[in-house]
């Protein structure tokens, strides 16, 4: 509604703009942030799942693993080495 548009109707041109759904954006932007966070600060992963709204973080890990393919433990320790 805030488009101005049917939501079929921006879906299907953000898709076509973007490449991706806007669900599937959503979701790369949430794991961008994790990484950021995961990278540059100690907070445990349940306070940075939480904080990017997850309120599950067995799937905040699900989701993490699937798209960078290592869990979110995995991906801290490689950035410390």
């Given at each position: ?70 869990a ?10």
């Open positions: 509604a805030e488009a101005g548009m049917p939501p079929r109707t921006f879906r299907r041109r953000f898709h076509a703009m973007v490449g991706c759904s806007p669900h599937q954006y959503l979701i790369g932007c949430r794991i961008g942030h994790a990484k950021e966070m995961l990278g540059g600060t100690e907070l445990p992963i349940k306070t940075i799942a939480g904080q990017l709204g997850y309120q599950d973080v067995s799937f905040f890990t699900r989701q993490f693993r699937m798209i960078t393919g290592v979110p433990a995995a991906y801290r320790r490689s950035r410390e080495a």
